[in-house]
């Protein structure tokens, strides 16, 4: 019995399991919380500082600086004291990770933030560049 090359591979191709959603490897994450009273609670401020692979204060301090608001960690919650938009708190953690997090050369997350000399450099893991952070 002769194949013909073409048909099996029309074959093959049709019996392969359709491609699902393409996934990157790193997501931003959202915050996710509520408006209590004055102030503003995220409830995943924990799990987005895992995520990142941040120290805890070192986002603390510039989401504080950021929205110019004093804020407190309660547990697993961020507690900022006024009333924030999910949207500004969200664009102010996007800019965190494209400056503290990811690689300006290889746009990868896998880099650790190194202080020498009082300056602090981001080095990235994956492609060995070395930067200033401003």
Do not use: W
């Amino acid at each position: 019995m002769k194949f013909d090359y073409e048909n099996l591979l029309k074959k093959a191709k049709n019996s392969l399991p359709k491609l699902s959603e393409k996934k990157e490897r790193f997501e931003i994450p959202k915050a996710q919380g509520h408006v209590q009273g004055s102030k503003t609670i995220v409830t995943n401020f924990n799990q987005i500082v895992t995520i990142l692979g941040r120290e805890q204060q070192h986002l603390l301090k510039y989401l504080q600086r950021e929205l110019a608001t004093p804020a407190s960690v309660d547990g697993p919650r961020l507690i900022l004291n006024r009333k924030i938009s999910s949207y500004l708190i969200n664009l102010k953690i996007e800019q965190y990770v494209n400056t503290f997090v990811l690689c300006p050369d290889c746009k990868k997350p896998d880099t650790k933030l190194l202080k020498e000399n009082k300056i602090l450099f981001i080095k990235c893991m994956a492609c060995g560049a070395r930067h200033p952070v401003k």
